[in-house]
C-alpha cells in the first residue's frame, strides 16, 4: 500500500516538534497530504520520547491503539528516542510496526515507506553527522514562533540521562545552513525563531559560537524576536551574556536548568556546576538585562537526597526567584548510571518533595508575573484562547498573554499587562491600537 494521507504524533521536547513538521515537509513533498482531524491517516508515525520511565510502553501501548474497530490499521511508523533506544526489538515486541526510525535518519522516512510497500519492514537507528538535515526539503512553511534546531546531542552524560545514548554526541548544525533555514523561515511568515538543542548554548562553527549566531540572525529583516533553549550553565559564556545587554531582538528570557540546590547531588549527576557557580552565572546575566525571565529544570528525589538536600533544592529557587520552572520525580533510566545507585527514594517521599517544590515555584511565577502587572509591552498572536473573541500570544518574556482583540496569529501587537495568573496574564490593547 502506497498511503496518500499521513499524521504525525509527536511527544516531548520541543526538539521532537521540529522534527515532526520537518517529516510533515518531507512526506508532502512525496505528495502526501496531512490527514484532516476526524480522517483515519494511511500512515502513523509516533514521534516518540524517551524521558520519563515506562517511556517504551506507552509507546507500545499507543502502537496497540492505533488498530481500527475494523480489525485494519495504517502503516505505522516509530520515531523519536524511543525507536533510536528500542531499534530492532520495536518489531519483535510489536508486529504492528512497520517501520522503526531514529531521530538522526528520518530523512530516510519515504524510502522506508516505499520498501513497506514491497514487503520490507525497515529499521534505520544510524546516527551519521547531521546528514538528515542536507537531504530534507527547504522550509516553505512557518508558524510565527518557529522552532529551528541548530545543535543536537549530548557530550555531558549527566548520571540520570538517556540523551547522551539516544541522541547521541553533541554536534553542531554549519552556520551558513542556520542561516538559510532562519531566513527562508521568515520568507514564510515567522516573526519569532526559537533556536533550539539538547545543549544550545554549546553551539560552535569554528570560532564562533550561539552570541555570534545570535548577532547574526538578529540582521535578518523581518525577524522580530530570538529565543533559544535549552542552555546548560558550563557553556554559559560571557558573550551568550552580553548579547542580552546588546542584541534588542534577543529576548528577555533564559532557561538554564540546575537540577538541585545541594553540591553533593548536582556531584552524584555528574553536572558541572555548584549551586554557587550557577548563581553567580545568573548574577552576571541579571547584570545584563536587569529584567530577565529566568526558567530552570529541576529533578527531586535523586537517588541519595536527603530531606536537607531537597531543601537546599528549595533554598535555590527562592534565591532565583524563577518566572518558571518545569520539575521532575527522579526516574531511573536503564542502561544509565544512576539507575543502579544505591539509596533510590521510595515514591511517597518523592510525591511529597515534588508537590512542595512545585508550590514553591508557583509562588514565584505568580510573583513574577504580578511584578509586570501594569507594564505595556509587545506581544506576538500565536493562537485563538477558548473564548470567542480572545486570542493567546507570548509577552517578550515567555508569559503566555490572553487578550480580547481582532489581531490575528503572527501579529505583533501593543499592549498594556493587566493582570496575573501563575501561569498566564491577561492583556488589554493599548489605545492607539484599539483606535
Ligand atoms: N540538556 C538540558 C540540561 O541539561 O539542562 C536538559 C535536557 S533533558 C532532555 C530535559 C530535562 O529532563 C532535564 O533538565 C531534567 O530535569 C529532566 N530529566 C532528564 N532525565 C531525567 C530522569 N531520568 N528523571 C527525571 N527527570 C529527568
Ligand atoms: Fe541530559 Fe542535559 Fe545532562 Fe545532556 S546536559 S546529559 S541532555 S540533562
Partial sequence: MNPKTFKIKSFGCQMNVYDGERMAELLGAQGMTAATDGEDAELVVLNTCHIREKAAEKAYSDVG?????????????????????????AKRRSPMIDIVVGPQAYHRLPEMVAAVSNGARPVDTDMPAISKFEAMPARRRANPSSFLTIQEGCDKFCTYCVVPYTR????????????????????AGALEIVLLGQNVNAWVDGKRGLADLIRELAKVDGLERIRYTTSHPADMRDDLIAAHAEVDKLMPYLHLPVQSGSNRILKAMNRSHTAETYLAILDQVHAARPDIALSGDFIV??????????????????????ASAYSFKYSPRPGTPAATMEDQIPREIMDDRLQRLQARITEHSLAFNRSKVGCDTRVLIERKGRRSGQMIGRSPWLQSVHLE??????????VTLVSAGPNSMAGAIRQSEAA
Fill in 65 to 89: 491503539r492505533l488498530r481500527r474497530e475494523d480489525g485494519t490499521r495504517p502503516l505505522i511508523a516509530l520515531a523519536g528516542c524511543v525507536a533510536q533506544a528500542e531499534g530492532a526489538e
Fill in 168 to 187: 547521541g554526541a553533541e554536534v553542531s548544525r554549519p552556520w551558513k545552513d542556520v542561516v538559510a533555514e532562519a531566513r527562508a523561515l521568515v520568507d
Fill in 405 to 414: 482583540t481582532h489581531a490575528q496569529p503572527g501579529e505583533l501587537i501593543d
Fill in 301 to 322: 528525589g535523586f537517588p541519595g537526597e536527603t530531606e536537607e538536600e531537597f531543601e537546599a533544592t528549595l533554598s535555590i529557587v527562592d534565591a532565583v526567584r524563577y
